[in-house]
Nanobody
Framework: QVQLVESGGGLVQAGGSLRLSCAASGRDFSAYALAWFRQAPGKEREFVTAIRWSGIITYVDSVKGRFTISRDNAKNTVYLQMNILKPEDTAVYYC???????????????WGQGTQVTVSS
C-alpha cells in the first residue's frame, strides 16, 4: 500500500510559478512510477507528466518547457515545478503511483486527494 499526500497548490497570476509536492508513505517508493494528473471542472482527468524509477520522464505537450517533474527517493517525495502558468492550467492536481507505467489513469493504483491550482488572468 502507498499513501500519497499533495501540497503546494494555490492561487497565482498568469506567468507565475508554483511547486507541488507529493509525499508518499509505504515501502519500495523507488520502485514506483509517479505521475501528476489534473482535472478541470467538467473535464476528464488529464495526464500531465510521469517519472519512472529509472528516471525516464514523459510530459504532455501542453506543459513541455514549462513544467518539471522530479523525485527524491530518500524523502519519498515527488515534485512538480510549474512555471509560466496559464489560466488553462487551472485544475485540481493529483499525484499517482504505479508499479507499471503509462499516461492513462487506469494504469495507476494509488492516488492522492488532490490540490487545487488556480491561475488568474
Amino acid at each position: 500500500q502507498v499513501q500519497l499526500v499533495e501540497s503546494g497548490g494555490g492561487l497565482v497570476q498568469a506567468g507565475g510559478s508554483l511547486r507541488l509536492s507529493c509525499a508518499a508513505s509505504g515501502r519500495d517508493f523507488s520502485a514506483y512510477a509517479l505521475a501528476w494528473f489534473r482535472q478541470a471542472p467538467g473535464k476528464e482527468r488529464e495526464f500531465v507528466t510521469a517519472i519512472r524509477w529509472s528516471g525516464i520522464i514523459t510530459y504532455v505537450d501542453s506543459v513541455k518547457g514549462r513544467f518539471t517533474i522530479s523525485r527524491d527517493n530518500a524523502k519519498n517525495t515527488v515534485y512538480l515545478q510549474m512555471n509560466i502558468l496559464k489560466p488553462e492550467d487551472t485544475a485540481v492536481y493529483y499525484c499517482a503511483a504505479t508499479r507499471l507505467y503509462g499516461s492513462s489513469p487506469s494504469n495507476y493504483d494509488y492516488w492522492g486527494q488532490g490540490t487545487q491550482v488556480t491561475v488568474s488572468s
